[in-house]
Each structure stands twice: as C-alpha cells, then as structure tokens.
C-alpha cells in the first residue's frame, strides 16, 4: 500500500493562488500514475489532473489554463499548482497514486476559495 499526504490546501481569496503538494511512500514512485481529485459538497469525485511516469499530462477542462501538475521523483512528490481560483474550486483535493496492483487515495486537503 502506497501511504499519500496531502499538505498545502486552505483559504484563499478569489483569483488566489494555492500550490498543493501531495508525498508519497514506495521506491516505485517514478514509475506510478499520480492524479488529483476534488470532491465538493453534494458531487462526485472528479479528475483534476493526472501526470504520468513520462510526465505526460491530462488536465480537466474546467481548471485547464488555470491549474498544473507536476512531480518530483527525487522526493517522491507530486505537484498541483492552482492559479486563478475560483469559488466553484472550493472542494477536498485528493491525491490518488495507480500502478499494478497499487490504487490509493490520500486523506484529502481542503480548498477554500471565498472573500
């Protein structure tokens, strides 16, 4: 089992930035897709940004142009870089490592976005 922690989410106002961090156990870390989730009130859990072991990465429509992804397997971390926030962003973020055999979920970090 791989052990996520999230770290970096809070309140921030309108058109904030937030840069959340998201660290992982295991040697195989290079070799795992990692993905940020959000879930708000009342919603589903939906895909935010995904990267994987060739750095190549998706974006959801709705933060493209807005959000990035990034990892670093040297600390065995991954990235999600939010610029431009809005309220509709306000969720838990959670991070969600996938590999053979391996799909597992951090606790989850809250975001915030309001005046």
């Known amino acids: 089992q791989v052990q996520l922690v999230e770290s970096g989410g809070g309140l921030v106002q309108p058109g904030g930035s937030l840069r959340l961090s998201c660290a992982a156990s295991?040697?195989?870390?290079?070799?795992?897709?990692m993905a940020w989730y959000r879930q708000a009130p009342g919603k589903q859990r939906e895909l935010v940004a995904r990267?994987?072991?060739?750095?190549?990465?998706n974006i959801a429509d709705s933060v493209k142009g807005r959000f990035s992804i990034s990892r670093d397997n040297a600390k065995r971390t991954v990235y999600l870089q939010m610029n431009t926030l809005k309220p509709e962003d306000t969720a838990v973020y959670y991070c969600?490592?996938?590999?053979?055999?391996?799909?597992?979920w951090g606790q989850g970090t809250q975001v915030t976005v309001s005046s």
């Open positions: 969600n490592a996938k590999w053979i055999g391996v799909d597992d």
């Open positions: 295991g040697s195989l870390f290079s070799a795992y897709v």
């Open positions: 990267i994987n072991s060739s750095r190549s990465t």
